[in-house]
């Protein structure tokens, strides 16, 4: 394994957790190159050859194993697009944690895309965790636009967990998923904008088997002059259920816009969409004053708790 | 302990100004427990809002502890010892009953320190410690933990605006016995509950009563309940006695 710097190991702290080496499987990529790689007995790691990339297969039957696959960029003026393809098989039990971390003290922009795409196998499940993070004083952005793709069958189910709070200046984020009966989906999305960020969340999910189910929940703060976009649509083409929410806190001159969209091509399809965005509840701060903290604590405590 | 002078507080409404607080001039000393009460929109609210800071008196001066605090902040005077319990409960996202109790101790104090403030309003704490203070709890466990926020402060002076509002009337019975218990173990503090419940009234060493904004009566309890009690067909009091008698018998 290459020997990383300490920015390259703060990046994979904020992105991955990771102190170590991670446990079980994984792939470290950074500046566009893999400087750590791991396969297990169960899950196999491989570089694509026709383009930037791995394919991760996990066998059948896999049992709380983890995968890691982050990714860090410190160079800056670097633009990648990489595709990644997970093949999960029937009835494992996984999780992925993805993310990626930039570091940009140039003034050239730093960009990463990455694609993942999920084929998840009958009764799987997995847990998905994807970070994401920016930091250096340069005047080049930091530029992230995830693409990911999930194809759930019979039975599986994927929990999402998508986290931005810092430092990333423009994000377009796209995700569709396909459900085939009784697959369940669900995405919790916690996002952070400053400055002039700009970030743009966008989801359409099918579903097209009996008893599939979605559940797509955004909460969101927006500051300063940063602007946030969040389109989830569900389509329910079967006897299904179908759940989107986005909850949003404003902030100095932020700007959001949520546009929840719902399609029920069957009768027995129930879908639901839910949208608040507003600024802190001005008794919010000033029960947190009468416990003593001041106005700029309670907003902190306030923001914090609404995007654990 | 708390003194207040010539205190008035107010609004303008339709371009003319309307007093909600006339001129009121009191003090809460140490180690009382006074209740003031009387007729609704009588201004008692806004006078525990005025004691807090969460508003500010157009006219008149507040001394905590022979300190004007008049210009003191919200947090300036919560910090000097002030605690307030909100006639309705705020809700928060994410926020736990944990995370409340510990800001309100002002220490990272033990989950099992925390569900002793909770065990004490009646909520069985091992239930409510890791739940979010939102919408999925009712007004009843709402106004318990609002009120366990108070007590983990320790403050010098806890005001309490209609702790009975919105409560049932088992939650109400337990609430007398933490009010009595705050009574009992008063030391070198106070406690000043605004309410209109015979119970709580039973149980003050003082009572005011608010009318129109202005005092319109203070002194012990027993002389400012009896001529309560003879004005109670004019109304104003609730009488929840009965209820209370009530549903003991179906016990």
């Known amino acids: 394994m290459v020997k990383m710097d300490e920015i390259q190991k703060r990046l994979l702290r904020e992105v991955a957790d990771l102190h170590e080496i991670p446990e079980g499987a994984y792939n470290i990529r950074s500046n566009s190159q893999s400087i750590g790689r791991q396969s297990s007995a169960n899950i196999e790691i491989a570089s694509k050859t026709e383009v930037s990339g791995i394919d991760i297969r996990i066998r059948p039957g896999t049992k709380h194993e983890s995968v890691h696959i982050p990714v860090v960029l410190t160079e800056s003026g670097l633009k990648e697009t990489v595709y990644n393809d997970f093949y999960v098989g029937e009835d494992s039990d996984v999780l992925i944690v993805a993310g990626c971390g930039i570091d940009n003290c140039g003034n050239q922009d730093s960009q990463h895309d990455g694609i993942h795409t999920f084929h998840v196998g009958r009764n799987a499940k997995v847990r998905y965790v994807e970070k994401h993070y920016g930091s250096g004083a340069g005047s080049g952005k930091r530029i992230l636009n995830p693409g990911t793709k999930v194809f759930l069958e019979e039975g599986s189910a994927m929990e999402m967990e998508m986290i931005q709070i810092k430092g990333v200046d423009d994000t377009e984020r796209t995700t569709t998923a396909e459900l085939a009966a009784g697959a369940r989906l669900v995405v919790r999305e916690r996002l952070m904008t400053h400055g002039d960020q700009r970030a743009i969340s966008v989801y359409e999910v099918q579903l097209n088997g009996e008893g599939a189910s979605a559940d797509i929940v955004s909460r969101s703060v927006a500051r300063d002059h940063s602007f946030q976009k969040f389109d989830a649509k569900i389509v329910g083409n079967a006897p299904s259920q179908g759940h989107t929410e986005c909850d949003s806190i404003i902030m100095d001159e932020g700007r959001i816009l949520a546009v929840p969209g719902l399609e029920a091509n069957h009768v027995d399809s129930a879908l639901v969409h839910e949208a608040a965005i507003g600024k802190i509840a001005g008794e919010q701060l000033i029960k947190l004053m009468t416990l003593g903290l001041t106005e700029a604590e309670a907003e902190e405590q306030i923001i914090n708790g609404f995007l654990q | ?251």
């Not at chain 2, 309705?88 to 944990?98: A, S």
């Open chain 2, 1 to 251: 302990m708390l003194e207040l002078r010539n205190v008035s507080f107010q609004v303008s409404e339709g371009g003319t100004g309307k007093e909600i607080v006339r001129n009121v001039s009191l003090t809460i000393p140490k180690n009382k427990l006074i209740v003031v009460t009387g007729p609704n929109g009588g201004g008692k609210s806004t006078l525990a809002r005025l004691i807090a800071g969460i508003e500010k008196p157009t006219e008149g001066r507040i001394f905590f502890d022979g300190e004007d605090i008049t210009e003191a902040s919200v947090t300036e005077r919560a910090r000097k010892g002030i605690a307030f319990a909100f006639q309705q409960p705020v809700r928060f996202k994410g926020i736990r009953v944990l995370d409340l109790i510990r800001i309100a101790a002002g220490a990272h104090l033990s989950v099992a320190d925390a569900c002793v403030y909770l065990s004490s309003v009646g909520l069985c704490a091992r239930d409510y410690v890791d739940r979010e203070v939102n919408a999925s709890l009712s007004g009843g466990e709402l106004k318990r933990i609002e009120i366990a926020t108070v007590l983990a402060r320790k403050a010098r002076l806890s005001v309490f605006d209609e702790p009975e509002a919105g409560i049932d009337l088992w939650s109400f019975r337990n609430l007398i016995d933490v009010f009595r218990q705050m009574r009992e173990s008063i030391q070198d503090s106070s406690i000043l509950i605004i309410s209109h419940q015979e119970r709580i009234l039973n149980i003050a060493d003082e009572i005011i009563v608010l009318k129109n904004g202005g005092v319109d009566h203070q002194g012990s309890q027993r002389e400012v309940y009896s001529s309560l009690m003879e004005d109670a067909g004019a109304g104003g009091l609730c009488d929840c006695e009965g209820a209370i008698r009530a549903m003991g018998k179906e016990e």
